[in-house]
């Protein structure tokens, strides 16, 4: 199941890996992720348009991760190699993005600390999934 050169398996399984990751990250961290980012109780629950948005935007993610990883060749792509592309793309470009907005957006470091976190354990764990199933 494969089209120019990209498993969408990997890439449906590397988005819900990030998906239910984000579930668990938000659920166990919703308290003082809704105070670093002064919402009052209510305001930050998921409304269906925003779990929609979610998710095609985790499908984005993981695509755009399986390309970067095919990148790496013939033979390349394995568990170890997933993991670490995964990590330089979150430290290059999404720790980077979400620390400069938040910044100034005038929100405190606990609120980058929790949603960089959040995008870690998600891009490692697409670029996971996608190492193992292959490109």
Same mark, same amino acid.
């Given at each position: 199941?494969?089209? !120019?050169?990209?498993?969408?398996?990997? $890439?449906?399984?590397?988005?819900?890996?990030?998906?239910?990751? /984000? !579930?668990?990250?938000?659920?166990?961290?919703?308290? *003082? @992720?809704?105070?670093?980012?002064?919402?009052?109780?209510?305001?930050?629950? *998921?409304? *269906?348009?925003?779990?929609?948005?979610?998710?095609?935007?985790?499908?984005?993610?993981? @695509? $755009?991760?399986?390309?970067?990883? #095919? =990148?790496? #060749? *013939?033979?390349?792509?394995?568990? @170890?190699? /997933?993991? $670490?592309?995964?990590?330089?793309?979150?430290?290059?470009?999404?720790?980077?993005?979400?620390?400069?907005?938040?910044?100034?957006?005038?929100?405190?470091?606990?609120?980058?600390?929790?949603?960089?976190? =959040?995008?870690?354990?998600?891009?490692? !764990?697409?670029?996971?999934?996608? #190492?193992?199933? #292959?490109?």
């Amino acid at each position: 199941m494969s089209f !120019a050169g990209i498993n969408y398996l990997a $890439v449906i399984l590397a988005a819900v890996a990030g998906f239910a990751i /984000g !579930a668990g990250w938000y659920t166990l961290l919703g308290t *003082p @992720w809704m105070k670093a980012a002064r919402l009052e109780k209510g305001q930050g629950r *998921p409304l *269906p348009g925003l779990l929609a948005t979610s998710a095609i935007a985790l499908l984005v993610m993981a @695509w $755009v991760l399986a390309g970067v990883i #095919g =990148h790496l #060749g *013939p033979g390349q792509v394995t568990i @170890w190699n /997933g993991i $670490v592309s995964a990590f330089f793309l979150w430290l290059g470009l999404v720790a980077t993005t979400v620390t400069v907005n938040q910044r100034y957006q005038g929100f405190g470091w606990e609120l980058t600390l929790i949603d960089a976190g =959040h995008w870690l354990l998600a891009i490692v !764990a697409m670029g996971a999934v996608i #190492g193992a199933i #292959g490109v």
